[in-house]
């Protein structure tokens, strides 16, 4: 799928499991792209008035991905700059269905490189016990969640954040031009 139209919605989503690169690639490519990064895990958090862990804590991950999936949806509809949905986003078939119509850029990362990246993280409550183990869990439940969205796949493990934006905006480029 070709990047979207102006006004269409994002001009590109971001998917990845944590630590690889959503939020800091994010925000560089918005930058790079003249556009409004948003994150939809802080639209959660804006939402409830918690914190993505205190969510988890209170209300479990259940009540955690009914938000999730609003606030992707709602943002899907009405932001036109750059998207980072939350890792897990892509467990729910409404969203994956909603990204058909979006390009979807899945940011991929191994487990250790994202286990770096995320230390002991507190933040991230699926991660809070055994990070690595945990990481390589998810990754491999949600990796072919990931390929199915995405228009395209960045390997982000060797790659610094400009470099990631820079293919990025190669593969925008082309298919743009197609």
Do not use: C, N
């Not at 948003?38 to 008035?49: H, Q």
């Not at 009405?78 to 119509?101: C, M």
């Not at 055994?130 to 960045?154: D, F, H, M, N």
């Amino acid at each position: 799928m070709p990047p979207p139209e102006a006004g269409s919605g994002p001009a590109a989503v971001l998917v990845g499991a944590p630590g690889a690169g959503k939020s800091t690639v994010g925000m560089a490519l918005a930058q790079r792209l003249g556009v409004a990064f948003r994150d939809t895990d802080a639209d959660v958090e804006a939402t409830l008035g918690m914190s993505v862990s205190d969510v988890f804590l209170e209300h479990g991950e259940e009540y955690f991905r009914a938000a999730e999936r609003t606030a992707v949806l709602v943002a899907l509809g009405e932001h036109a700059g750059v998207l980072a949905l939350g890792g897990g986003a892509v467990l729910d078939a409404e969203v994956r269905a909603a990204l058909a119509r979006h390009w979807v850029v899945y940011l991929d990362v191994s487990a250790s490189d994202a286990a770096r990246r995320v230390g002991l993280a507190r933040d991230r409550p699926l991660l809070v016990e055994g990070p690595r183990t945990r990481l390589a869990a998810l990754l491999k439940a949600r990796r072919p969640l990931y390929e199915e969205v995405a228009a395209i796949t960045v390997d982000t493990g060797a790659l610094g954040v400009e470099d990631v934006v820079a293919e990025i905006l190669v593969e925008r480029a082309g298919r743009a031009s197609r």
